[in-house]
């Protein structure tokens, strides 16, 4: 089972500010990593897609970059909506595995 | 527009069964790769089951021979049907598009919580 690891676990930032999000495999993915956002209480959203593909409708302040084991989702200016928790995932192989999630909080 | 919604989840003793349902709407699920996926109280995603365009089912390890994914394609309904249910099941169970090696979880529906409590 490939174990992906996430840092920080939380980042305390405030809206403008750059986040820099980290997502480290346990083995390589090549670029099959994806980034996802969930809110409280809302439906977990695809940000990112095969490391640096942006979803449909998604903002350009969200970036992906990396490949292999070491991946970074960027979000250029924080949002207020932007406050919630980011999950990494790959899709390399069996069992499918997220992060243990980044926690991103206002300062 | 493309959405799943999910129902069905709700308080349940410890060795109950309990079947969750997910409604699609905008897509096929009989024409898509179909998941579960779980969020246990305080702790992250978990992949728990998929049922493949063609039938074929998985299962994560800690559901195997206790949980059965399931679809009805005249109701465009995907199905978890859950037996022997532990209180370490507990947890926002999530409907998702996709998820298997090929493709991505997108969309995911806002959840149904199951309790396994006595």
């Known amino acids: 089972e490939i174990v992906l690891t996430q840092s920080p676990a939380t980042l305390s930032l405030s809206p403008g500010e750059r986040a820099t999000l980290s997502c480290r495999a346990s083995q390589s993915v090549s670029i099959y990593l994806a980034w996802y956002q969930h809110r409280p209480g809302q439906a977990p959203r695809l940000l990112i897609h095969d490391a640096s593909n942006r979803a449909t409708g998604i903002p350009a302040r969200f970036s992906g970059s990396g490949s292999g084991t070491d991946f970074t989702l960027t979000i250029s200016s924080l949002e207020p909506e932007d406050f919630a928790v980011y999950y990494c995932?790959?899709?390399?192989?069996?069992?499918?595995?997220f992060g243990g999630g980044t926690k991103v909080e206002i300062k | 527009e493309v959405q799943v919604v999910e129902s069905g989840g709700g308080l349940i003793q410890p060795g109950g069964s309990l079947r969750l349902s997910c409604a699609a709407s905008g897509f096929s699920v009989s024409s898509n790769y179909m998941s579960w996926v779980r969020q246990a109280p305080g702790k992250g995603l978990e992949w728990v089951s998929l049922i493949y365009s063609g039938g074929s089912t998985y299962y994560a390890d800690s559901v195997k021979g206790r949980f059965t994914i399931s679809r009805d394609n005249s109701k465009n309904t995907l199905y978890l049907h859950m037996n022997s249910l532990r209180a370490d099941d507990t947890a926002v169970y999530y409907c998702a598009r996709g998820g298997s090696p090929y493709n991505w979880f997108d969309p995911w529906g806002q959840g149904t919580q199951v309790t396994v409590s006595s």
């Open positions: 995932q790959h899709r390399g192989n069996w069992p499918l595995t």
